[in-house]
């Protein structure tokens, strides 16, 4: 059976956790060059161009280092979108992402989005947080115009 891994709010705040040793918290600008290199490590999945700003991402670290991050990039009012989303192999399957994906979602409530997007090969692991590929009457369409 899995073990209960349950973030824990810390310093009172919302956006400050610590789950056994992995804090969770936003990003500073100082964090780029490591959010940026995590991001390089995986671009089949990742979009490596017009990465979200800084103010945007909600980062993991262990030790001082920036094993996990994610973003949510605000559109408007009606919608946003949660990317960049990437976790140190060394650090999977104990989640870490479902904890910066809530995180997003929290943020997107707080500032009462609607809906949230997530184009991602990680399906179950958004399932698992909510997200569907149908919403009452709408479905989300996309039409590719180049492949690279
Ligand atoms: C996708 C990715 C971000 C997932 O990160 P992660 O931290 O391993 O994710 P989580 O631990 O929250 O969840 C992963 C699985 O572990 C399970 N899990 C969560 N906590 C667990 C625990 N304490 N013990 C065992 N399993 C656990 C989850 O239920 C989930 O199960 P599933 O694979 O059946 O859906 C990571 O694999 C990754 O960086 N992949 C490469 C980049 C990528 O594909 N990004 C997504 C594109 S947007």
Request: charged share 25%.
């Amino acid at each position: 059976m899995r073990s209960a891994k349950l973030p824990v709010n810390i310093k009172g705040n919302p956006e400050f956790w610590n789950m056994q040793g992995i804090i969770f918290r936003q990003a500073r600008l100082a964090d780029m060059p490591a959010i940026k290199k995590l991001i390089r490590s995986h671009p089949q999945q990742l979009m490596q161009v017009m990465v979200p700003k800084a103010k945007d991402f909600f980062v993991a670290a262990s030790q001082g280092k920036i094993i996990g991050c994610c973003a949510l990039e605000v559109y408007s009012k009606r919608i946003a979108e949660i990317r960049s989303l990437v976790v140190d192999a060394n650090f999977r399957k104990q989640g870490i992402a479902t904890h910066l994906i809530n995180l997003c979602l929290e943020r997107a409530a707080k500032l009462k989005i609607r809906e949230v997007l997530s184009i991602t090969s990680a399906v179950k692991l958004f399932n698992k947080q909510g997200f569907s590929t149908f919403h009452r009457e709408k479905f989300a369409l996309l039409r590719v115009l180049r492949s690279k």
